[in-house]
Structures are given as C-alpha cells and as structure tokens.
C-alpha cells in the first residue's frame, strides 16, 4: 500500500534560518504531490503542489519543494524562515485513488 | 458558501453514545472527503464521496461509523456506540472532481474536535 514518509516529527529553528523538511513516498506509479500547512488554531491550507512538468515547485510565502522522482521525494524548503511560520506541516500524495495519503506531519518551531 | 464548513466546532460525548458530525462543502465541489486526525498522528482517510455515493469506504474504522451525502452537498458522518479511541478531530475535505489531476485539490474545513469521555 502506498504510504507518505516525514521523518523529521519536531523541528525547532532561529529566525532567518535555512528549512528543508523531508518527505519520502512509495508508490511506483504516477503520482501528484502536496504540501499542506496548519497554523496554531486554523484549517490546513495548502502550501503547494505538484501535478507535472517542472520538479522544483513554488508555493506561497516563499516556500518551495523539489520532486526528485529517482529518490522517490519531495522536500518543502525555505531559505530563511520567520516566527509566523511556526506551524505543522503535513506531506501527502494522491496516487489516482482520490483521498490523499498524508504523512504523519512536522511540527516547526521557530524562536525569535 | 466561501470554504469548508463543519459543525459544531467541539463535540464533548459520554462513552456509548451516538454522535453526528456535519459537513457543508464548497460550493460546485462534488467530491467530499472525510479523514481523522488523532494526537501525533497524521490524517487518516475515513471515506470519500461523488456526488451522493460512496465509491470508496476503506477509511471507515468499524461498522459503528457510517456517512451519507444528500443533494451532493451537506455530508453527516455518524459514529454509534462512540468509544474513547474515537475521540480525534474529524475534518472534512471537498474538491472539484476527480483523483489525479488538478482538481483534486482539496480544501479543508476546520474541524470538529470529538472528545469521548
């Protein structure tokens, strides 16, 4: 069965530091990628996508994630965080089988 | 409407109980979707919609879950007899249409907290 790897459960970075978060999937087929976030108290909202076409993706607030279809990955990245992106941060694919299969999510932290 | 829209925000239930959880899509949007998210874990699928039926039911943990769709709008997932290992967030999702292409994008709802005591 296909599962959604994030192996980095709790994260706690300084402002203005680099963030890369991992997320491994296994599915041999076709497969479109997300990534969702939740802030303290809100919804998931999603962060962003990818569907076909260019590996390296970018979504809102400077956030953006590489699909690396050899490694089976797609790590979120954001080259200096803020405290307002304290949140958790959840991984998923759809792999044609319409619910999504999310990972098991990444708390950040970030101090200021 | 705007988003996705659940009811109540917070569900306090005694063991044994029967609960209804409601879920109001985005408008247009045929696909409903609905998953749990326990304590440290991630979202678990629980079941998915078009337009009134329920082509996958695989998520749902026990036979004391069920869910139904009416008018291809406003969901109720329905948990009978609720046991202690219920007590999650229930979070529904809605998207425009089918898997694996663009508009399976899902957009949530914030929630309902079910807390079983």
């Known amino acids: 069965a296909q599962s959604v790897s994030q192996h980095n459960h709790h994260v706690i970075l300084s402002e203005a530091a680099s963030l890369e978060l991992g997320c491994n999937y296994s599915?041999?087929?076709?497969?479109?990628l997300f990534w969702y976030v939740q802030y303290p108290g809100q919804h998931l909202q999603l962060l962003l996508k990818?569907?076909?076409?260019?590996?390296l993706v970018k979504g809102i607030k400077g956030f953006e994630a590489e699909f690396i279809k050899s490694k089976f990955s797609f790590n979120l990245r954001k080259p200096s965080v803020q405290w307002s992106d304290t949140a958790e941060y959840f991984c998923?694919?759809?792999?044609?089988?319409?619910?999504?299969?999310f990972g098991s999510g990444t708390r950040l932290q970030v101090q200021p | 409407g705007a988003g996705v829209s659940q009811s109540p925000s917070n569900k306090v239930t005694e063991k044994g109980k029967d609960v209804e959880l409601r879920c109001d899509p985005i408008?247009?949007?045929?696909?409903l979707y609905w998953y749990r998210q326990s304590l440290g874990q991630g979202l678990e699928f629980l079941i998915y919609?078009?337009?009134?039926?329920?082509?996958?039911k695989s998520g749902l943990p026990s036979d004391r879950f069920s869910a139904e769709r009416t008018g291809g709008s406003v969901s109720t997932l329905t948990i009978q007899r609720t046991q202690q290992e219920d007590s999650a967030v229930y979070l529904c999702?809605?998207?425009?249409?089918?898997?694996?292409?663009?508009?399976?994008?899902?957009?949530f709802g914030a929630g309902t907290r079910l807390s079983v005591l």
């Open positions: 999702a809605s998207s425009l249409g089918l898997a694996g292409g663009p508009q399976n994008i899902q957009y």
């Open positions: 599915y041999g087929g076709t497969v479109n």
């Open positions: 990818y569907f076909s076409g260019d590996p």
């Open positions: 998923a694919a759809d792999t044609g089988r319409r619910a999504l299969t």
């Open positions: 408008s247009g949007h045929t696909a």
């Open positions: 919609f078009q337009g009134n039926s329920a082509p996958d």
